[in-house]
């Protein structure tokens, strides 16, 4: 597959795909659900909770991380992992709006 022209969309438009990419595996979004459930920073448990191996997760964790959806701290040896707030308020703002403006349009169209 050929290389994408993302210099061409909207920074904003790049931002929305990156997060949809982000997103769009489900052991990502069980990694979210996660945090979601637990409302605070996870360290180790993941691969007990989620049931992939150590190095899948961190895979996901590190997609996650440079999507801006999740953030990290380390503590010693071991990484804690939380939601990144500002982002997700972002996001959920770009998206809200997006989804207005679905619901907005003409159902006689085509």
């Not at 191996?53 to 959806?69: D, F, Y």
């Not at 990484?79 to 907005?104: G, R, T």
Request: net charge neutral; aromatic share 6%; glycine share 8%.
């Amino acid at each position: 597959m050929g290389l994408t022209k993302t210099e061409i969309y909207t920074d904003h438009q790049n931002q929305l795909a990156l997060w949809a990419k982000a997103l769009g595996h489900p052991a990502r979004m069980a990694i979210i659900g996660h945090l979601l459930k637990i409302n605070s920073c996870v360290c180790g448990e993941l691969v007990l909770e989620i049931g992939l191996a150590q190095a899948t997760i961190s895979q996901h964790l590190k997609e996650l991380k440079q999507a801006g959806l999740i953030q990290g701290t380390i503590s010693g040896t071991s990484v804690c992992y939380c939601l990144h707030a500002e982002n997700w308020a972002l996001l959920i703002s770009s998206y809200e709006s997006i989804f207005k403006s679905v619901k907005a349009q003409n159902p006689n169209c085509c």
